[in-house]
């Protein structure tokens, strides 16, 4: 009988086993940070242009999924840059970041936090 046959006729019958295998690891361990955190998990900004946050967020779409990456100014709670594409790459958060800088100006001094997902 196939190992899966027997999963799924114990699981109808819901018995369980106490002696079940471990699942495998992914593999992957957190490195090292890339480097320091200025923020401290203070999100709180005194002035514009202080602190910028980024992420990636994946949306479902009924043509796809759709990948936005967004940086957000903490003082006035705006969007201030932002790229969008079908395809999730590093270029969407360079572009979001291209696209900031262009509409701020001058943002000497700004700190700009990702969570250190895959892009950021």
């Known amino acids: 009988m196939a190992a899966r046959t027997a999963w799924r006729i114990c699981r109808d019958k819901r018995w369980w086993s106490a002696f079940g295998e471990k699942r495998a690891a992914s593999g992957k361990q957190p490195g090292p940070p890339v480097h320091d955190d200025l923020v401290r998990r203070d999100f709180t900004a005194a002035r514009v242009n202080e602190l910028w946050l980024t992420d990636i967020t994946e949306h479902r779409t009924d043509e ?3 990948y936005l990456c967004a940086i ?3 003082y006035s709670g705006r969007i201030v840059g932002y790229s ?9 958060a360079v572009n979001a970041l291209d696209n900031a800088v262009a509409r701020r100006g001058d943002i000497a001094g700004c700190v700009l936090h990702s969570n250190r997902g895959s892009q950021c």
């Open 84 to 92: 969008i594409d079908s395809r999730m790459k590093v270029r969407r």
């Open 72 to 74: 957000k100014d903490v």
């Open 64 to 66: 796809g999924k759709l």
